[in-house]
């Protein structure tokens, strides 16, 4: 006899254990952009295809038979291709056998990094505004997330307050150099600073550098790898997707000292376990030639110096100075009083120009009437949005 009953499948209610994340400005700004037609200079991606010489290199990487799973830590040339760009450009040998490992993009290669590190009840500080996937990450790690402001105007570290943060909990802090998205980067004696104040801790550093390529005015990008008491306790994580236009193919990769990396792979092996072969090879065949990511700031310098001078022409908003990424950010109060959120909602549905208020990025939705426009796009498009932002 069958025991079904005719009451109907029960769902069981599942709780949450992200109450605080829900739709991100993001979704909600590049759908709103897209509805009314706008420029959509709001999410950090290029409106141009990469180079198609790395088209061709993926086609013939498939066509070779390059389509089984890679080795759990990525494929040996396209870590012995990252541990040389390192060494050549930081001056840091790490070794492509025990302390590169190819990711997922950053997106989670930084909660690779988490879950390794931080253990319950561990804090993590991360320096507002930041990456959104930063604090979400840290609190599925069952961590405690520790918010210290970068200085408001400027978004220069304040290190009396970083380390007033730090404490006998501290397992981790997410430094973001060049920053998204206030376009800062931080400077030589910055990160001294920070190897310093670190030096008698146990706290160990993610340091998220996926705009390395992207530092403008003949400033050079501080990679943690070249200051040696910050490389000793760090994960340093690019993307690929970033430095050569690519960001739908979430590839990117992590350097650690080999006992942090120990760790990382472990929970890497049974997170992703691999990462996609074809474009791996790709990838390690257009890294010999290092002329694409040298060339990169001189190719965004010319972006931004393009969008900031039509701004500046042609707008009563006031440019804050965007040293790296591809981010520009301005000061709106001379142009409105709405905040940034309905600012940003009002210049894309009126103006048809899409940015992101500065508030999305950071827990209490700190308001300092700054938005953020990329400049990652054809000229063209940055063209038709200064059109546009010059009937403001
Ligand atoms: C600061 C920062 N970190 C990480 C990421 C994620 O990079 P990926 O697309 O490689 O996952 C982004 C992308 O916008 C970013 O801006």
Redesign the pocket.
Known sequence: MSTATSSSPRTPAIGTKLPAVGTTIFTVMSALAAEKNAVNLGQ??PDFNCDPKLLEDVTSAMAAGHNQYPPMPGIPALRQAIAGKIAALYGHSYSAADEITVT???????ITAILAVVRAGDEVIVLEP??D?YVPNIELAGGSVVRVPLVPGTFRPDFDKIAAALSPRTRAIIV?TP??PSATVWTAAEMRKLEELLAPTDVFVIA?E??EHMVYDGAQHESVARFPGLAARSFI?S????TYHV?GW???FVAAPAPLMAEFRKVHQFNVFTVNTPMQHALAQYMADPAPYLELPAFYQRKRDLFAAGLAEKTRFKLLRSEG?YFQCVDISAVSELSEADFCLWLTREIGVAAIPLSAFYGNGFDQRVVRFCFAKKEETLLAALDRLARL
């Not at 997922?104 to 930084?110: D, L």
């Not at 993307?239 to 970033?242: A, C």
Request: aromatic residues 14%.
């Open positions: 950090g991606f997922a993009g950053a997106t989670q290669a930084i930041c990456y996937s973001n920053h998204n998220d996926v705009y994580v993307s690929f997707g970033k960001t979430k590839v990117g990424s």
